[in-house]
């Protein structure tokens, strides 16, 4: 199989069997289930044969695919992929096949839920694998719409209000995106000579260059930086979230926590960075800051929930916050250059990392709520209580995730949080505490919702005779997360080898386009002879 044929298969095949769902009989719902499930493990098998093929050593884009698409306008049919949209290709396929195991739990109108969950998934992937500004807008706004019809046809009692937030929220950063793609456009346009003036390459090596001037680089980047913010998300961008969350059925909220804020996080490392390094460089303290107010925050939000989902979905906003610090923590000093380079490279691969691991551990999360959820039909904390008595598997995996998601030593939630924590000390002492101190209040709230939903007098909420064990469909995908974040917590080289050449490359290439775009020569920047991966 070509290049090509593999990144285009990849994007598209989830689509495919998405119209082949419409020749099914609408009473064949468990076929239709089988179905879905095949095209999503197609697809995963499909991101592990880009995987096989990835050559770890390189740092630039691999397996690109380039031809015309719209002509008149110079927009490409651009793809490709390098170290750092790599594993978030991988998390992808990984998440939404267990999701569509977890999907058996819905039971109405199960047709259009798996054609709008199919068509999610392609939405995903172009978005991880698009090499073209425009392309990529193209995916953003497809992603848009099934997430819309999935909350607000099958959510909670308030699901409307929900959809109709988050499509709205949505909606307002396409919109600035769209301006920061039109500045970008009429500012390339004569540069390029009308050729390939979407393309997210060449646009990185204009602004490499200091060819976008600090102006405009600084109105785009605000621009592009609220858009992606929201999907982060981060303070004051995330109030759509906990509703979207709470209303979302479980395979939905385990495809929300675990990729699409991930795309977030993504767009301002692959598009607001690249296109505006010295407008990146220029918010870094502004960025950094609200990064660890979206860390206590959270966490203090997700400490006085009393709704089991709600509680998870705070927890993300604080999580997603490392995420924020460990990209902005870019120090120069008064000639222009970088400071301890290698230190900022640690906390880039650990905002990478981190987006990892909390995409396995929060899907872990929302999955295990979901599965107390379908048998009591309640997520008030308050009434719970010694499952572990009646549950005894469910409660000894569901501990383990929680754990990753606490950020034990030993599995995937502490290796991206180490690293952020590490990294903001040369940048700023006062910030590095307070972000630490994050840590030990998600240590606060996991550890007092695990004994109270656990441990604790027996369960006497409602619907108590229900409480039976984990089936061994829900035991499948609760064990492989918890499997996976043991693994990605031992043996984090497994993606940090493969991030390293892309992120070595990127924090020297920003490094010299804030030197370029500030009028001074590019600033010489230590490349780490030793990987942090080693």
């Known amino acids: 199989m070509s290049d090509a044929a593999l990144l285009t298969l ?4 989830p689509t495919i069997f998405a119209v082949l769902l419409m ?13 879905t499930l095949i095209g999503t493990v197609v697809t995963f098998l499909l991101s592990l044969m880009m995987w096989q093929r990835f050559n770890m050593e390189e740092a630039g884009y691999q397996m690109q695919v380039v031809c015309n698409w719209i002509p008149t306008w110079n927009i490409e049919y651009r793809l490709g992929v390098d170290g750092i949209s790599l594993p978030l290709v991988l ?40 090499l073209d500004f425009f ?10 719409l099934p997430m819309y019809f999935l909350i607000g046809v099958w959510g909670g009692p308030r699901r409307e209000y929900a959809a109709m937030k988050f499509f709205l929220y949505t909606l307002v950063g396409s919109v600035l ?60 961008f995330h109030t759509w979230l906990p509703d979207a969350h709470v209303e979302a059925p479980t395979p939905i909220s385990m495809i929300l926590a675990g990729v699409l804020l991930k795309m977030g996080g993504y767009g301002i490392i692959r598009i607001a960075m690249p296109l505006c390094p010295w407008a990146a460089q220029y918010a870094a303290w502004f960025l950094v800051v609200l990064g660890v107010f979206s860390i206590i925050y959270g966490a203090f939000a997700a400490m006085a929930q009393t709704d089991f989902k709600r509680l998870v979905a705070y927890s993300s906003v604080s999580h997603m916050g490392y995420v924020l610090v460990g990209l902005a923590v870019w120090k120069i000093n008064e ?4 400071v301890n380079p290698d230190l900022w490279l640690m906390g880039m691969q650990g905002a990478m990392y981190q987006m ?14 979901g599965v107390i959820y379908d048998r009591v039909h309640h997520r008030d904390l308050n009434k719970f209580g010694g499952l572990m008595q009646k549950m005894p598997l469910y409660s000894g995996i569901a501990v383990g995730i929680f754990f990753a998601g606490l950020g034990l030593p030993g599995l995937c939630g502490f290796i991206g949080e180490v690293f952020v924590v590490l990294s903001i000390w040369q940048f700023s002492k006062t910030l590095a505490v307070i972000a630490a101190a994050g840590v030990i209040l998600t240590a606060g709230y996991i550890l007092w919702t695990i004994q109270r939903v656990f441990f604790g007098p027996e369960y006497k909420g409602p619907h108590g005779e229900d409480l039976s064990e984990m ?10 997360l918890l499997v996976l974040a043991i693994i990605f917590g031992v043996l984090p080289s497994i993606m940090l080898d493969v991030m390293n050449p892309s992120t070595v490359a990127l924090t020297k290439s920003l490094s010299e386009g804030y030197s370029n775009s500030a009028g001074s020569q590019p600033a010489a920047v230590s490349t780490p002879q030793v990987s942090l991966t080693k």
């Open 10 to 13: 990849t994007i598209f095949t």
């Open 23 to 35: 020749a099914f009989d609408k009473k064949a719902e468990e076929g239709m289930r089988v179905f």
């Open 91 to 130: 998390l992808t396929g990984l998440v939404t096949m267990l999701a569509a195991v977890a999907s058996w739990s819905i039971k109405e109108k199960i047709r259009g839920y798996l054609i709008l969950f199919l068509m999610l998934e392609t939405g995903m992937m172009g978005v991880f694998l698009s």
């Open 135 to 144: 392309l990529f807008y193209v995916f953003w706004e497809v992603m848009l």
């Open 177 to 236: 995106m769209l301006i920061a793609i039109l500045m970008f456009y009429f500012n390339s346009s004569q540069i390029l000579d009308g050729k390939g003036i979407f393309s997210l390459i060449k646009l990185a090596e204009i602004a490499k260059s200091g060819q976008f001037n600090q102006n405009m680089q600084l109105i785009a980047f605000i621009l592009l930086f609220i858009g992606f913010a929201i999907k982060v998300p981060c303070f004051p």
């Open 335 to 338: 000639a222009g250059q970088t």
């Open 356 to 369: 990892l691991g909390h995409g396995i551990s929060s899907a872990g999360m929302f999955f295990m709520v």
């Open 471 to 480: 089936n061994g469909r829900e035991s499948g995908v609760a064990v492989t």
